[in-house]
């Protein structure tokens, strides 16, 4: 499949003062700072205009990117040191809390794994119109419920407390997710899933499910707390 690069304009001032004149038409490499995170992104230089990947902003300031019908999402943590506080449509950083503890980040790290493998079983069941599989799937259940109960215990500190309710609320987003699905199998509605191979890209469930994981799966590892909607 062709991949299709999606590009944002940045604002001029801070590649001018980076050594980049406007009037040029090139690309390179240069040091992005986005919110207080910096890293490398290939700058391109069009038109008078700064370029850089969607992919790569995203990368470099520690978000996340998500898609929804034609639109794209992207999900960036505040700037770090700003004042905490929601902020619609994007997470924040608690900076005053202290790092979360590695035993909790470990066990969190599994659950999010057992819950990332139910969810694409789910997924591959209902695409390809596989009869469910109740034991195995209540299997996924079981193991992703006790690694909970393991990071429940390992929580030690503020951070882990706040990491925990967000890594729960995904535990119930997949749970409930299962049992949608389980009672559309009960209508006999699922034809709708594997005729249409576009149904997961329109199942707002399965999509917030998605996001979430896609922003655990970041934030968990860095060992600093950020809220998501998508947890939420």
């Known amino acids: 499949m ?8 940045l ?22 700072e986005v919110n ?9 230089q069009i038109d008078g205009k700064s370029y850089v990947s969607l992919e790569a902003l995203t990368s470099i300031a520690n978000g996340s990117m998500s898609f929804h019908g034609d639109s794209i999402i992207l999900h960036l943590p505040a ?10 449509g994007q ?6 809390s202290p790092a979360m503890t590695d035993n909790f980040m470990k066990a969190s790290l599994q659950a999010l794994a057992t ?10 069941q209902i695409t390809r119109g596989v009869p469910e599989s109740g034991r195995h799937l209540a299997d996924f ?16 500190n503020e951070s882990d407390e706040h990491a925990l309710r967000l890594v729960t609320n995904h535990f119930h987003q997949v749970d409930n ?7 559309e199998r009960r209508r006999m509605d699922m034809a709708k899933y594997s005729m249409n191979p576009n149904a997961l890209n329109n199942d707002p469930s399965y999509q917030k499910i998605t996001s979430c994981a896609d922003f655990l799966a970041k934030m968990l590892p860095s060992g600093q707390f950020h809220d998501s909607h998508y947890c939420n």
Request: aromatic fraction near 6%; avoid cysteine; hydrophobic fraction near 40%.
């Open 177 to 183: 997710w299962n049992n949608k699905l389980a009672e």
């Open 141 to 156: 259940h079981k193991r992703a419920a006790d690694e909970l109960r393991v990071a429940t215990v390992d929580a030690k």
């Open 2 to 9: 062709r991949r299709v690069m999606r590009f944002v304009v």
């Open 11 to 32: 604002p001029a001032f801070p590649l001018i003062a980076a050594g980049i004149a406007p009037s040029q038409s090139k690309y390179e490499q240069r040091t992005l």
């Open 91 to 96: 997470a924040h950083e608690h900076t005053s």
């Open 79 to 88: 700037a770090r040191g700003a004042a905490s506080g929601p902020v619609s």
């Open 36 to 44: 207080g995170h910096s890293g490398h992104a290939m700058v391109y």
């Open 115 to 124: 819950l990332k493998e139910w969810t694409h079983t789910l997924a591959d």
